[in-house]
């Protein structure tokens, strides 16, 4: 076990105008952990996870990564180069829609190779041979490797989203709702996938989800929102089982009766 956080973050602020985003938000992500961050629309999760992703400038505080390469490293004091090679290299971002996060002019395959490449692979069967892998792995057709994305459905997007995510072997994954906009058969068939992804390859992740029922099935810790602020930390089992703060019992409530 690593003796120091993959990530720690110290009293993060963001604001718009008069209005506190993230208000102090401080929190350590260990390696191999799934941190789920919860809370209803507007609690300023996905705000937290942009700005600790480096996607929108942060206010205040400190956010210091175990990079692979450099050691720990101040994100906030990163250069937006640097930053962004972090993205492609030790990283990965599956948005909510995945239309943000795909190519959807560029074929499955490309998709996925471009993240290859993105880390020096050069050679081009090769690199459509892993293509071909990860489409099998996230459950996508053969033949689909070289169809567009757009002529996708929803499900098999997020799906997609995820290979050209994972194909470069991040350590740190960072997921906004990524099963925000499904039905819920396909969520359910996404989250069994995710489940299965994050064990076998041993990967960090924070996940933001306003869905409970993501949050068990996925993470080991949860935080949970409330107006820009942590309200309650601790493991998830433990706070589904006995919510302490106010706002947690409501939660975890709304989705007993669900
Ligand atoms: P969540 O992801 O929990 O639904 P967000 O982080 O998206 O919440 O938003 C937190 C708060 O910040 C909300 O009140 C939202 O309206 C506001 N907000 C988010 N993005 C912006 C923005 N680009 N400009 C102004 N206000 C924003
Ligand atoms: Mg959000």
Not at 49 to 77: K, N, Q, T
Not at 164 to 181: A, C, H, K, Q
């Amino acid at each position: 076990m690593s003796e120091t956080p993959l990530l720690r973050v110290e009293g993060l602020a963001k604001r718009y105008g008069a209005l506190k985003a993230v208000d102090g938000v401080s929190f350590d992500l260990w390696p191999g952990e799934v941190l789920a961050v919860v809370g209803e629309s507007g609690s300023g999760k996905s705000t937290l996870l942009g700005c600790v992703a480096g996607l929108a400038e942060s206010d205040a505080g400190s956010i210091s990564y175990d990079s692979r390469h450099d050691g720990i490293v101040d994100l906030r004091a990163l250069s937006e180069a640097r930053r962004r090679w972090l993205l492609r290299t030790e990283w990965g971002y599956v948005h909510q829609n995945p239309r943000d996060g795909l190519r959807l002019g560029i074929t499955a395959g490309g998709n996925i190779g471009e993240r290859l490449m993105a880390v020096g692979a050069r050679h081009y069967g090769r690199i459509r041979e892993e293509a071909q892998e990860w489409l099998e792995r996230v459950e996508i057709e053969a033949p689909r490797i070289d169809h567009l994305p757009r002529t996708f459905s929803g499900g098999m997007q997020q799906r997609l989203q995820i290979a050209r995510n994972l194909v470069s072997r991040p350590r740190l994954i960072f997921m906004d709702e990524p099963t925000g906009g499904l039905d819920v058969s396909v969520q359910a068939r996404l989250l069994d996938l995710m489940r299965t992804l994050v064990t076998e390859l041993q990967l960090s992740v924070i996940i933001v989800t306003h869905d409970l029922a993501v949050a068990r099935l996925l993470s080991h810790r949860m935080m949970v929102m409330q107006r820009g602020r942590v309200v309650e930390a601790g493991l998830t089992d433990q706070i589904l089982d006995d919510p302490q703060h106010s706002y947690s019992q409501l939660l975890v409530a709304s989705i007993l009766q669900g």
